[in-house]
């Protein structure tokens, strides 16, 4: 005769509900750096720090709502089928936000790397950086309807002068100098720690209306007399 085992109690880590919540955590957090990483235009950290948390309830949330969580609940019901161990089943639920929190955080790497901002500029400009030109700083916006970008740039004048035909930018007019009012302080904020900078050289590009390839914004090109320390403002 034979005696049926009690089931043991199931620990707080192993319910459905603590690992579906753990899933969404993960791929809030992924969301919140992420953001909190690219976002270098802003104001101030704790500007930085309210953007990470908006894009982590919101772009965390749809990942785990049509991401992580649909794969997580199919992979559940595998395991259980399997009849995996309970243990096991937590465990490897939480794979699906595992790979898209790597993913996401990959990608921002990548993206923030020399090599990635130089990427970034020819999408955002239409023309690589000259192969010489040192790549001191860049700084983004927060994406979506904000894709303004910061780059500055050290290099010789030929380099520049290189770089003004290869966009076809032209001398700034007055009144157009006003919507690179923040670009110019940021730059000159930044390369006035090492020497003071004054912005004598101002060029502008914009798309043409009809435009269907990017880029679809407007950029200014920034620099001193002697064109070996520059800056380029793209609003997109």
Same mark, same amino acid.
């Given at each position: ?5 009690p089931?043991?109690? #199931?620990?707080?880590?192993?319910? #459905?509900w ?6 969404f955590?993960?791929?809030a ?5 992420s953001m909190?990483l ?6 101030s950290?704790?500007?930085?720090i309210?953007?990470? #948390? ?15 969580? %649909?794969? @997580? ?15 096991w089943?937590?465990l ?22 020399p090599?990635?901002?130089?990427k970034?500029?020819? @999408?955002?400009v239409?023309? %690589?950086?000259?192969?010489?030109a040192?790549?001191?700083?860049? @700084?983004?916006?927060?994406g ?17 002068d ?12 007055d009144?157009? #100098?006003?919507?690179a ?12 720690k090492s020497? %003071?900078?004054? %912005?004598?050289l ?5 798309a ?5 390839k990017?880029?679809?914004g407007?950029?200014?090109?920034f ?14």
């Amino acid at each position: 005769m034979t005696t049926n085992q009690p089931n043991p109690p #199931i620990r707080w880590f192993e319910r #459905i509900w603590v690992g579906f919540f753990c899933s969404f955590l993960v791929c809030a957090s992924a969301a919140g750096i992420s953001m909190f990483l690219r976002f270098t235009l802003a104001d101030s950290y704790a500007q930085r720090i309210e953007a990470g #948390i908006f894009s982590a309830f919101v772009f965390g949330g749809l990942a785990f709502v049509f991401f992580a969580g %649909p794969i @997580q609940a199919l992979l559940i019901l595998i395991l259980r089928l399997l009849k995996t161990p309970l243990r096991w089943r937590s465990l490897c639920s939480q794979i699906p936000a595992l790979i898209f929190f790597f993913y996401v955080l990959s990608s921002s790497m990548t993206a923030l790397s020399p090599s990635g901002e130089r990427k970034w500029f020819e @999408q955002a400009v239409g023309v %690589p950086l000259p192969s010489n030109a040192n790549l001191v700083l860049a @700084q983004h916006g927060l994406g979506l309807q904000d894709r303004r970008g910061l780059w500055l740039l050290e290099g010789e004048p030929s380099d520049f002068d290189r770089l003004v035909i290869a966009r076809g930018w032209a001398l700034n007019d007055d009144e157009l #100098i006003q919507m690179a009012d923040q670009g110019i302080r940021r730059a000159r904020e930044i390369f006035s720690k090492s020497a %003071p900078w004054h %912005p004598d050289l101002i060029y502008f590009w914009e798309a043409n209306k009809d435009a269907v390839k990017g880029p679809l914004g407007m950029s200014y090109l920034f620099a001193e007399k002697n064109r070996k320390r520059w800056a380029v403002w793209v609003m997109d």
